[in-house]
């Protein structure tokens, strides 16, 4: 059963989120009626089984145990996912082989979305045989198909902008050029003619391809100076799409650096400097990580559910970007650390991805406890 502890919630300002203390093997169990098929996106982060006893928790299960430990919640959170929802399982090299095995009998291989690579880590680590920078997200979708339908593009990074030019000073901004000849298949006759171009030189469409346009909207687009013929009036001729017309959105790749999503210990030092005086969470996740995963699977109000909280990234990061969030930490810590967390979150933080999502403050969340009666 899941009681209301009135004085570790801070629902003043509304509720946006659940925060539950206790095993998430019962808690999931209690959940499971209430939000079957409701969560847009589950973000794991559980022990990595990599023999450490660190200041919060353990982490030093024999093998098969820790492997049947992750099954039986993974098979909890499938059917809490929404049909288009996804499940993103942060994990390292120690259990990744195994776990992606067991996922995938779970999830069903077709539903296996992809493999973050994350780049946790930007020193050298000289004492080890190799210096291991990288961890891993394993991605699986309730329905692969429905995912990918919904699945969010990312905002077009500095780079990709900066390949937009103005070599002719147009008013209208920055452009770049696509080929105006397209592939004949489906051509009409009306897109086979001559082009004329500035300087005089006279261009046909080369073999097995036509002109995008037919001549009179081709003399129209070059009227309006929509077409490119290079700096000195002669090349082939292209056609010229403006950086101002254009929401630049992009495919999600699978290497994440860490100068967009941060590192283990840039998100340690957040929490060092948010709580000097508690002892430092050892495995905590940076707010940008987080944001980049919530970007591409959620839209502002979707629930976001993390069965592993640790320190609370995934739910200060769904506060701040207006999701809804369900988090379960079986440690005390969830008192000492997240709830202090979520509370400087709603006076208006000044960390993390708080800049880059203009979060102000606002709003409030519950927190329950499990209890066996
Ligand atoms: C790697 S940490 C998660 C870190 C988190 N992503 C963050 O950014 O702070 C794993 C957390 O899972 C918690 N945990 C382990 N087993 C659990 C269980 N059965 N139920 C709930 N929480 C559990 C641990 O106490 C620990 O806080």
Not at 193 to 198: D, K, M, W
Not at 208 to 224: L, Q, S, T, V
Not at 296 to 323: E, Q, W
């Amino acid at each position: 059963m899941l009681k209301k502890i009135k004085k570790h919630s801070c629902d003043e300002g509304g509720v946006s989120g659940e925060i539950i203390h206790g095993d998430n093997l019962l808690v999931l169990q209690d959940l499971s009626k209430k939000y079957r098929g409701a969560v847009k996106c589950v973000y794991i982060d559980p022990p990595y089984n990599n023999g450490e006893d660190y200041s919060h928790y353990m982490d030093n299960r024999e093998h098969l145990e820790w492997l049947s430990i992750i099954e039986l919640r993974l098979k909890l959170l499938r059917d809490l996912l929404a049909d288009d929802g996804s499940i993103w399982i942060s994990i390292d090299d120690g259990e990744v082989h195994y776990l992606k095995v067991a996922a995938d009998k779970i999830f069903g291989r077709e539903n296996f979305v992809t493999t973050v690579i994350w780049q946790q880590r930007t020193t050298r680590e000289n004492r080890k045989a190799f210096s291991n920078n990288h961890e891993y997200i394993l991605v699986y979708a309730k329905n692969f198909k429905r995912f990918a339908a919904v699945a969010n593009k990312l905002p077009g990074t500095q780079e990709i902008i900066d390949r937009y030019k103005n070599p002719d000073n147009d008013p209208r901004g920055p452009w770049q050029s696509v080929s105006a000849n397209v592939q004949a298949g489906h051509a009409v006759p009306s897109q086979f003619y001559e082009i004329t171009s500035p300087s005089g030189r006279v261009h046909s469409p080369p073999n097995g391809r036509c002109w995008a346009y037919n001549k009179a909207r081709m003399d129209k687009e070059i009227a309006e100076n929509n077409v490119w013929f290079g700096k000195d009036g002669t090349g082939v001729p292209r056609i010229k799409k403006f950086l101002r017309d254009k929401v630049i959105k992009v495919t999600p790749e699978t290497i994440w650096l860490a100068e967009e999503c941060g590192t283990s210990k840039s998100a340690k030092k957040q929490l060092l400097k948010m709580f000097p005086d508690e002892t430092v969470f050892d495995t905590p996740k940076p707010e940008e990580l987080i944001r980049k995963v919530l970007s591409i699977a959620t839209n502002p109000g979707d629930l976001v559910l993390d069965a592993f909280l640790g320190s609370g990234t995934t739910a200060a990061v769904a506060h701040k970007m207006n999701r809804r969030y369900i988090g379960i930490e079986a440690g005390d810590h969830i008192v000492d650390i997240v709830v202090r967390r979520l509370r400087y979150v709603i006076d208006g933080d000044a960390d993390g991805i708080t800049k880059v999502e203009g979060w102000r403050g606002g709003g409030g969340f519950e927190f329950l406890r499990y209890t066996a009666d």
